[in-house]
């Protein structure tokens, strides 16, 4: 490929580029690889076509422009997404957050109205982004976010003072809640819900750039949900709630386990598209 050194040429090259290999967010992905390598904005394009882009920026955008054509979604290429407004940093090791599961932020902000909780758990944490979100929403809280990779809790950790809710988070590795010994008001969880058969049938982009860790929920997809409703009695203060992201296709099964552990299911809220995205679980009353 042979990149244009002026600022807009080179955005409609990589944009042309982008499109022709079928990416459907072409102009999107070229404005901010630009941004990562150059620091020029959307306005930068339009106000000062002409800017001259250094060689070595512009060996650096052909690397990324290649990553993305192969495939890589491009908050892997840029190493960080944007999540209810917050940035996050993500890795290897952490799930790249989806705007679906935001969902479970709003719920949680709907369920606490006229009861802020105090504290919060967020059972597999991952790059921390649905803990720090409920944190920035509610002050006067802490929280605890656990998950089973140490490298996703570094990651967490950074993004936690990055977005400045540093002194009121602690990130620790566990399997789900087992070694803790105090309890939450509010619970929330976005487990691997995937079942083992799903997953070579998901796309390259998920399939090649998340990790397993953070999809997979064994043969029924079922498992996280089992593991930790069986323990969560220990860690819900009475009267907390907990919320869990699911699968489209798993809310009876859900509902079924938090009820054979002894919980109310208070709710099941369905997205946009009309699907069941986040069951609400009740323990018992203040
Ligand atoms: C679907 S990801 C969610 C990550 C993040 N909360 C989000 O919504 O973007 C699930 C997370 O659970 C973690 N995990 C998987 N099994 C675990 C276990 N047994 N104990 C703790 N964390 C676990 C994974 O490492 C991953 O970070």
């Known amino acids: 490929m042979k990149f244009p050194d002026q600022l807009s040429d080179l955005y409609k090259y990589m944009q042309a580029e982008l499109v022709r290999a079928g990416i459907q967010t072409a102009s999107q992905d070229a404005r901010m690889i630009i941004q990562k390598h150059t620091g020029y904005e959307w306005a930068d394009i339009i106000a000062s076509p002409d800017i001259k882009i250094k060689k070595e920026a512009l060996i650096e955008i052909e690397k990324d ?35 679906d599961t935001e969902m479970l932020v709003e719920i949680a902000l709907r369920s606490c109205v006229g009861k802020q909780p105090q504290t919060i758990l967020d059972l597999g944490t991952g790059s921390g982004c649905i803990l720090i979100a409920l944190l920035k929403e509610f002050p006067d809280a802490i929280g605890v976010g656990i998950d089973k990779s140490l490298s996703a809790l570094k990651i967490a950790r950074y993004n936690a003072k990055y977005n400045e809710v540093e002194e009121r988070s602690s990130f620790f590795c566990g399997f789900w809640g087992q070694a803790l010994n105090k309890k939450f008001d509010l619970i929330v969880s976005n487990p691997p819900y995937i079942s083992n058969q799903i997953i070579p049938t998901l796309p390259k982009e998920v399939q090649n750039y998340d990790p397993i860790l ?22 819900i203060k009475q009267g907390g709630i907990a919320l869990f992201e699911i699968g489209y296709d798993q809310q009876k099964d859900v509902m079924r386990l938090a009820e054979e552990s002894g919980f109310s299911v208070r709710d099941v809220h369905h997205d946009f598209a009309g699907q069941a995205r986040v069951v609400d679980i009740s323990c018992g009353d203040k």
Request: net charge neutral.
């Open 214 to 235: 953070a999809l997979e929920g064994g043969n029924d997809g079922l498992k996280a949900y089992r593991d930790i409703l069986k323990e969560i009695n220990a860690y």
């Open 65 to 99: 422009i290649l990553r993305r054509i192969n495939g890589e979604p491009v908050s892997r290429i840029l190493g960080e997404r944007e999540f209810w407004g917050l940035k996050f940093k993500i890795n290897e090791e952490t799930l790249d957050p989806r705007p």
